[in-house]
Structures are given as C-alpha cells and as structure tokens.
C-alpha cells in the first residue's frame, strides 16, 4: 500500500527530470549560446596599430558582459582581410585602411562599415637619434638605414603616399608586415629611423623618438570597423563594434593618439 500511494510522486519526479534532459538545461544554468546571458565568445580580427586601444576596450566589453570571452588576431589588416575571405572565423574586423575592408565587403562578408579612427605616420628614431634624423629628406641619406612596412599593407601604403608627396626616394633595408613589426626595428636599434603611426611611437612608451613631417598630412588612413555577416556571434560583433563607436571607445582612441571623426 504505501509503494502504491508513493508511485504517483515518483512518476512526477520522473517526467520533471526528463523534462529537464530534453530542455538541455537544469534550473538557473543558461545554455551558452550567444545573446542567451551564459558564457559566449566574441572573435575579432584587428589592424596590430589597435593591440593597446582594442585590449582595453576588449577588457570593458568582457566586464559588461559577463561571461563573455574576447579574442583577439592582431596582425596586418592585407593578411586578415585574405583570412576572413578563405573562411577563417570570425566576428568582428576593423582595419587600417578602406581598402584592405573592400577586399572583405566585396567578398560579401561585411557590409555599411563605419570609419572610427584615423592615424597619421611618424618618423620614429632610437631616443638618442644617431642619425641625427630630423625630416622626410634625410632618410634618402646614403648611409641612413630606414625600415618600412610593405607596401601592400596600410602602413606602407601610407609611407609610400608620404614619400611621393614630399619627392623622397628611399631605399628601405627591411619591409615588414604591420606597424609594429617595422617599429620594433627602431627599438632594437637595428634601422636608424622608420614610418610607422602616431600611435604607435606613443605606445613605446618613450622607447623611440616620433618626429612630425607636414607631408603625413597627406597620407592619413582611416580605419573601418563592421560586424561580419557570417559572424558566428552575430549579437556581441555588433554590440563590440557599438563600443568602439560610442564616447568611450572614442575617448580610449584619443588617448592613444588617434584622430576621431
């Protein structure tokens, strides 16, 4: 008699617990799926100029969105954009120049990016100058020895544009992949000076020298974040690229040196 009367109870448990196996879920645990408030992860591909700014605003996001995972690839914005285009997955991309974008929306993979900084170049040079570099026409020096970034790259486009503008010839001894590469050529003290960005000389922390040229007025680069239309995170990317485009992620640009538009 009692196993009788206890049976119905006991059923009752059953059909909840298979309830809560077909849901894939068990009370106050959410399923991490994107967008669901439980543990997420957000991918972003970005220019190497953005390591310090998009660290900290990674830092935030994270800390708004609990839970949520922020993983950069920092690198050269021609290698990335040739990465999201062979399939490499992503959700956000925000990179150094428009042109290195259209290669990504012209593949249909982004669309309506938006321009959320601008740099300009700089000589940079060791602390203690020992070429005595002072403008754009002393790196033709003979004995100079200059490092630039590719020319298929931003950075090196920009460099080029510069050069042009201010009729320098230059014979780099190096050709590196992003900014950061060809300014740590400079701090290793193994070139006499470089181009490379504004903010990147400010993010040596005082490790090199930046010198101003007028001609870098005419080779600005704007830089175009989107949310990719692919994203496997479709709600983060948008909501990262909101940050960088809202007061704050304007404020942590301007700090590190960049121009808003």
Do not use: W
Request: hydrophobic share 45%; net charge negative; with cysteine.
């Amino acid at each position: 008699m009692v196993l009788t009367r206890l049976f119905p109870a006991v059923a009752a448990v059953l059909v909840a617990v298979s309830c809560l196996t077909a849901c894939g879920s068990s009370p106050g645990t959410a399923a991490p799926a994107s967008g669901s408030g439980g543990p997420a992860s957000l991918t972003v591909f970005a220019a190497a100029s953005l390591t310090e700014t998009f660290t900290e605003l990674g830092r935030r996001f994270e800390s708004a969105h609990s839970g949520t995972e922020v993983t950069f690839s920092f690198g050269s914005s021609a290698t990335l954009a040739q990465q999201i285009t062979q399939g490499a997955p992503a959700d956000v991309f925000a990179a150094a120049s428009p042109a290195t974008m259209k290669t990504v929306t012209d593949a249909g993979l982004a669309s309506a990016p938006a321009v959320f900084a601008r740099n300009t170049l700089q000589i940079a040079v060791p602390e203690d100058n020992p070429a005595k570099i002072e403008s754009l026409g002393d790196l033709a020096g003979p004995q100079v020895k200059v490092a630039l970034c590719a020319e298929q790259v931003p950075c090196g486009a920009a460099a080029v544009k510069a050069l042009d503008a201010a009729g320098v010839e230059v014979t780099p001894v190096t050709l590196e992949q992003d900014a950061k590469a060809t300014l740590t050529k400079v701090r290793l003290g193994e070139v006499d000076a470089a181009l490379v960005y504004r903010t990147d000389v400010i993010a040596s922390g005082g490790k090199v020298r930046g010198i101003d040229f007028p001609e870098a007025n005419q080779a600005v680069n704007d830089y175009p974040i989107a949310a990719l239309t692919e994203a496997p995170a479709a709600d983060l990317a948008r909501q990262f690229v909101d940050l960088v485009l809202s007061r704050e992620g304007r404020d942590v640009l301007t700090t590190a040196g960049f121009q808003v538009p």
